[in-house]
């Protein structure tokens, strides 16, 4: 059974990438965000037109490293600013 109203919109905020195509991406709305945190934090900031209503799943590249990194701050801020309905997921993208 084929269902046509669910959709799975994935977006990626790291570094390095164009801001023009990230915001167009974010403005349209995902429900599944791959982002480094300051990338995030940054949209969340300055990106008027972001959708994150529907956003459900947010993994933070090399969780355990950004914690290691100092940017507890960031995350902190980030899981404040968005809507408690939205799941926050820190998944470690690291291999020792």
Known sequence: MEN????????????????????????????????????MLYHLKNTESLKYDHLKVIVFEES???????????????IQIMNQKNVISLISFSFY
Request: aromatic share 4%; glycine share 12%; charged share 35%.
């Open 64 to 78: 355990d490293r950004t914690l290691d990194l100092g940017f507890q701050k960031e995350l902190e801020t980030i």
């Open 4 to 39: 046509n109203d669910t959709k799975v919109s994935v977006g990626i905020l790291i570094g390095g990438e164009d801001l023009k195509k990230e915001k167009s991406d974010l403005r349209k709305g995902v429900n599944f965000l791959i982002a480094t945190p300051g990338k």
